[in-house]
């Protein structure tokens, strides 16, 4: 059995198949509830701030999230050329939002999560990352994702972006890594669009990055290129997204504009970027 | 309290000032014995292979060592202009050692570590780290690393590359990141000589990699670079590495020796060298 910790409560997350935990030892209990979808929890940590689960997985913590939202927002912004219509599907915590809206270029961002429970308590218990919701900028729509894209897909040419800040690909969130919801993404993004989505750990899932790569090719997408950066507190604390482009190579990374970017980050830089474009040797068989 | 896992059996590392713990589900213990020194244990993992701890902290497990190892030796070892003499203080698993010898340009790597029982377990639960071991050009000293340092100082320009792989720095591993036995180093290195050391993880030790830096510069090293890579076992599954020369400008990366590399590794090549030296926004403010 695991620790047994009399003066110590922790929130444990066990990786089953991959026989690793990660733990955080908790103050209290500060939320939960169950929701039309899903089951969330909200506690005070000892030294990682506030933690959101979701069914027992670990979404966020107060004090490591900067890193994955900063990557999954500005990686892709300052590949895309010019980026205005931006779509995040999932996301609730408003995380990434809050780092989409620092772009000047974005005139329209709308965030679609199935639950709107997800961004009400973060408002209550991250208020940093919602701190932009009011932008005027801004729509929330507390929706199917999966639904809206498949209308979306209609209107061709319609979203610069789309920004996929999604749950593991189980439950709900497993649709969201099949090649029909990346080809509606497909037929509503410009020629020049893009599509990212988180693409979970090098080490543990390297399978599941291979199976999104093929998916994505097979609805369209021509030009990949995944990802990595550190992430604490997800499982192996080694995480990637895959970016995804219609056209034969990927735009390329407008640096300078990273370089002399006016806003504040905490991970992110210009040398960053090129650096989380680096392939480890072990991931160098990865196929499109 | 933790887990209650009735079927499964857990190695737990805690870390109490972080409020965060990693855990790795274990098939058995294989060995466990009290050296002079410390305690050591050897475990078969569910997943992760073999597991090694040294009182109660994981030291490596076989599934992950790969990226620890190479980014100790292949970072310095191709930023050195023509390494030929290295020493290795710590690292008696002997997994940086036979990242070291895939270099043809060394022609003695001299491994000292205070107990050799660290180094007859890996032969026998990680026998693929000490593949090597029978080099000519290695030796294998089982003293005080501090001491023979110490030593080595009145020998100056004997070493062209020191790496430092060591325990936290708590108990007898704390000398190690002393500006006194960095002095040393200085001393028995050559005028293009470095040394690397192990510098734990940027999330959670970033006083730890100030006050090395600073020790390092108190003991006339000038220049300086932290490098990250992610090490998924390892507290908060982040962590670096600090280089530190004796000229005003650390030797340029050896770029196209570390493309045209004809032996394998796993993590590290000429993209993940170039990529590890990048410096996240929350580290900028470091000093020399």
Request: one cysteine or more.
């Amino acid at each position: 059995m695991m620790l047994a910790q009399t003066d110590t409560s922790w929130f444990n997350e066990i990786q089953a198949t991959e026989g690793s935990a990660f733990s955080l030892a908790i103050k209290r209990k500060l939320h939960e509830e169950k929701t039309p979808y899903q089951t969330i929890a909200i506690y005070e940590t000892l030294h990682f701030g506030n933690l959101m689960t979701i069914d027992g997985i670990l979404m966020l913590t107060s004090r490591d999230n900067f890193i994955y939202h900063e990557m999954m927002a500005h990686f892709p912004l300052f590949t895309h050329p010019e980026p205005k219509r931006v779509v995040i599907i999932g996301g609730g915590d408003c995380g990434t939002l809050r780092e989409v809206l620092k772009h000047d270029t974005v005139k329209a961002a709308h965030l679609i999560d199935i639950d709107e429970r997800v961004t009400r308590l973060s408002e209550q218990y991250f208020p940093e990352l919602c701190a932009a919701n009011h932008d005027p900028r801004v729509a929330l729509s507390f929706i199917n994702g999966i639904e809206w894209m498949a209308k979306q897909a209609s209107q061709p040419g319609s979203i610069d972006l789309i920004i996929v800040d999604s749950t593991d690909p189980i439950g709900p969130g497993e649709a969201l890594f099949t090649a029909d919801f990346y080809r509606d993404c497909f037929s509503a993004l410009t020629k020049q669009g893009l599509l990212v989505q988180q693409s979970e750990s090098p080490l543990f899932h390297k399978k599941l990055i291979q199976t999104m790569r093929s998916n994505m090719t097979a609805a369209g997408f021509v030009s990949l290129h995944t990802a990595q950066f550190p992430q604490p507190t997800y499982p192996s604390g080694w995480w990637s997204l895959t970016l995804a482009g219609k056209e034969s190579t990927l735009p390329g990374f407008r640096e300078k504009a990273a370089f002399n970017k006016t806003f504040t980050t905490h991970y992110y830089n210009k040398d960053i970027h090129l650096a989380s474009m680096a392939i480890p040797e072990c991931l160098k068989n990865l196929t499109p």
